[in-house]
């Protein structure tokens, strides 16, 4: 027998910071109805499903994918109206992206920045490749605070900013106007997660031309591709160059970008339910607004953020009846009592309002609807 155990291996060999961490937590959503990850509700019309199934089915799946999909990347660039002198670059999922940023400026004493509560990948992966990480806390409202940003900015000089526009998972937009005073007075890049695009009122697409620090971050998860794990950055080809030296030759499938070129030429079915969503994201919003001792955000997002007293219980109650979304509770202290809920099919929403009011009475705090 060998006189070492992996035990000690690992806790001898594994980073403290590792061995701390906890993993990014997915619970197990079998039979719930899943309002929990942002994902879009709504798979596409047969029709179009059936010309994926005849492109899958003749996909080769035995060559590796092509590194540098071009006719994607076009359209994409198309899209969004690209100047010739910028590019895209494709990631497994924006997760992928982030994680190559940070590795591209992780340089001795870099810092990453950004705001809290926001995406807390942009925290792990920071702590992944041992870089340091500052969370400039929002104001109470979950607006920018400015002040306080700026002066962090002045302080840590980071090397790159994350902002999620709109943010997760409060669902807000920052003032663009905020936003454009953070770019300027950066020493750094500045990427604005624009995950939640579909879904909102602004973009800084078009403001890539005017800052020399600019990047925007896409993903497709939440319009209908969460399970292609597709996102892409767009910006100056002279940053991207760099950036795509760090990308791993084959990191979106073969199967991943037929049918993501396909969807593609399909946008508008995409962006009619991501319509539909924004339609239903109201809808649900005054049904939460009438609920008394809840408070609602406004969100530009597909998710609504929401607190109510006793939070994990309701969580629980609403889990035992079968409905499963975002615990946020415990995690930032200006989350507390905070849940969030995915804004799912109409009748999936109902249900959600339906197991809410009843989780609600458990609780002792009986739902006054108008
Ligand atoms: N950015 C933000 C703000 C998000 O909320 C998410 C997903 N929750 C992502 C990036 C990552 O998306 P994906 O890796 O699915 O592209």
């Known amino acids: 027998m060998s006189p070492v155990s992996a035990a000690s291996l690992v806790q001898s060999l594994i980073r403290p910071e590792i061995l701390a961490l906890h993993g990014y937590h997915v619970p197990d959503s ?24 005849a492109i899958v089915g003749n996909a080769q799946i035995n060559r590796y994918p092509n590194p540098n999909p071009t006719s994607l990347k076009q359209k994409i660039s198309a ?17 992928e ?16 920045l950004s705001v809290e509560p926001s995406f807390v990948m942009y925290k792990m ?3 992944f490749i041992d870089m340091r990480y500052v969370g400039v806390p929002l104001a109470a409202d979950f607006s920018l605070d400015l002040a306080a940003m700026l002066a962090a900015i002045e302080r840590e000089q980071p090397a790159l900013i994350f902002l999620a526009y709109p943010n997760n998972p409060t669902g807000n937009i920052f003032s663009a106007d905020d936003v454009r005073q953070i770019i300027a007075a950066a020493p750094g890049l500045v990427v604005i997660d624009e995950a939640y695009y579909a879904f909102a009122s602004d973009s800084f697409v078009p ?7 600019l990047l925007v971050m896409r993903t497709f998860s939440k319009l209908g ?13 002279l940053w991207l160059e760099q950036l795509e030296k760090l990308r791993l030759p084959y990191n979106v499938g073969v199967l991943p970008q037929l049918v993501a070129e396909k969807l593609l030429d399909n946008h508008d079915v995409l962006l009619a339910q991501a319509e539909q969503i924004k339609f239903d994201r109201s ?27 006793n939070a994990t219980d309701v969580f629980n109650g609403l889990k035992q009846r079968g409905v499963l979304i975002k615990n946020l509770n415990g995690g930032h202290p200006m989350l507390t009592d905070c849940l969030r809920v995915t804004v799912g099919a109409p009748e999936e929403n109902q249900k959600f309002i339906a197991a809410l009011q009843e989780s609600l009475s458990d609780v002792g705090l009986a739902p006054d609807l108008q």
């Open 30 to 53: 079998g039979g719930y109805i899943k309002l929990d990850a942002m994902e879009n509700p709504y798979l596409v019309p047969d029709a179009l499903r059936e010309e994926i199934a």
């Open 79 to 95: 899209l969004l109206n690209l100047p010739d002198d910028m590019s895209v670059l494709l990631g497994n999922g924006s997760d």
């Open 207 to 213: 403001q890539l031309s005017e800052y020399p620090n």
């Open 97 to 112: 992206l982030i994680q190559l940023l940070a590795m591209a400026v992780n340089k001795p004493d870099a810092v990453v």
């Open 283 to 309: 809808a649900l919003y005054q049904q939460l607004a009438a609920i008394s001792g809840l408070q609602v955000f406004a969100s530009e997002a597909n998710f609504l953020l929401f607190r109510v007293v």
């Open 125 to 127: 992966i920071a702590t």
């Open 225 to 237: 591709m969460a399970g292609l794990r597709l996102g892409f950055l767009v910006g100056s080809t």
